[in-house]
Nanobody, 117 residues
Framework: QVQLVESGGGLVQPGGSLRLSCVASGNIFSVNDIKWYRQAPGEQRELVATITTGGSTNYADSVKGRFTISRDNAKNTVYLQMNSLKPEDSAVYYC???????????WGQGTQVTVSS
């Protein structure tokens, strides 16, 4: 069973930056896209960014130009670099495997991001 573990969240002021990490228990990037989702209290889970097996990236309109998804195959890790953070970016962030519009596996514990002055 492949596991993904998120980390890197925290409290940051508006305009600040954070880098989230998603570490996989095995080398899965050649067969799975990796997606970052977020969920704020009382809101539905939202797809934020995707990196495909081929290395293509996609972003939600709300984060384009501010967030960057990348991966390090040697470390089995996908990153989400978040810059120019806004209070509305506050949420629990999750990573998960997928392919196209499908997602595979179960949700992890996520990592909390709070943007506040």
């Amino acid at each position: 069973q492949v596991q993904l573990v998120e980390s890197g969240g925290g409290l940051v002021q508006p305009g600040g930056s954070l880098r989230l990490s998603c570490v996989a228990s095995g080398n899965i990037f050649s067969v799975n896209d990796i997606k970052w989702y977020r969920q704020a209290p009382g809101e539905q889970r939202e797809l934020v960014a995707t990196i495909t097996t081929g290395g293509s990236t996609n972003y939600a309109d709300s984060v384009k130009g501010r967030f960057t998804i990348s991966r390090d195959n040697a470390k089995n890790t996908v990153y989400l670099q978040m810059n120019s953070l806004k209070p509305e970016d506050s949420a629990v962030y999750y990573c998960i495997r997928g392919r196209g519009i499908l997602i595979f596996g179960s949700w992890g514990q996520g990592t909390q991001v709070t943007v506040s002055s």
